[in-house]
């Protein structure tokens, strides 16, 4: 059971704006870093955004990360067939001194 | 380029033992934290363990402290995970991943390896 919630599923069309939003606690989220991964099946999850707002090199910027609070928010634009995949957001508990994932997101291009 | 590549995965009886494998190329693998994740069938990403560049330092979920130990050998390059006590709930894909430097974040991930635990 993950402290992290985020909706079980977005969606949009081809070239428009999905946001995938990541609860949790002052315990999490609102003390630590924030980190993004894209994962297809059968495939390895990819790092998309970590501290929060930062892409690795390679990871175009129609990904975005922001934060407030106890809660995170994953931006894709310019949504393309690619992009589609489970979403999971992550961060460490410190009260649980423990690496924890949110509930993870699926998202389909229309 | 960095790469992870998991081994030892297989269908074990409930409360046996394995022990995965996790070799590294590609970087200088004594000066990084790695993790081990896991995701059962139809579920999602679950964090296990975590240890330190230099072994001192793990953590570990508790849904497994207790039964797995994490482990690294600098001088193989190779990262470790004994699984003992094995459950049913334990079948998943095992996933190896490097800590990037300076945060807890996963970096670059393998491709796993199946664990089914089964009678």
């Known amino acids: 059971q993950s402290v992290l919630t985020q909706p079980p599923s977005v969606s949009a069309a081809p070239g428009q704006k999905v946001t995938i939003s990541c609860s949790g606690r002052?315990?999490?989220?609102?003390?630590?870093?924030v980190s993004w991964y894209q994962h297809l099946p059968g495939t390895a999850p990819k790092l998309l955004i970590y501290?929060?707002?930062k892409r690795p090199s390679g990871i175009p910027d129609r990904f975005s990360g922001s934060k407030s609070g106890t809660s995170a928010t994953l931006g894709i634009t310019g949504l393309q067939t690619g992009d589609e995949a489970d979403y999971y957001c992550?961060?460490?508990?410190?009260?649980?001194?423990?690496?924890?994932f949110g509930t993870g997101t699926k998202v389909t291009v229309l | 380029q960095v790469q992870l590549v998991e081994s030892g995965g297989g269908v074990v009886p409930p409360g046996t033992s394995l022990r995965l494998s996790c070799a590294a190329s590609?970087?200088?693998?004594?000066?990084?934290?790695m993790h081990w994740v896991r995701q059962a069938p139809g579920k999602g990403l679950e964090w296990v363990a975590l240890?330190?560049?230099?072994?001192?330092?793990?953590d570990y979920a508790d849904s497994v402290r207790g039964r797995f130990t994490i482990s690294r050998d600098n001088s193989r390059s190779t990262l470790y995970v004994q699984m003992n006590s094995l459950r049913a709930e334990d079948t998943a894909v095992y996933y190896c991943?490097?800590?990037?430097?300076?945060?807890?974040?996963?970096?670059?991930w393998g491709r796993g390896t199946l664990v089914t635990v089964s009678s």
């Open positions: 991943a490097r800590k990037r430097g300076g945060t807890v974040s996963l970096d670059y």
């Open positions: 590609g970087f200088t693998f004594s000066s990084y934290g």
């Open positions: 240890i330190s560049y230099d072994g001192s330092d793990k």
């Open positions: 002052s315990s999490n989220i609102e003390n630590n870093y």
């Open positions: 501290d929060n707002e």
């Open positions: 992550g961060t460490w508990d410190s009260s649980l001194s423990a690496y924890v």
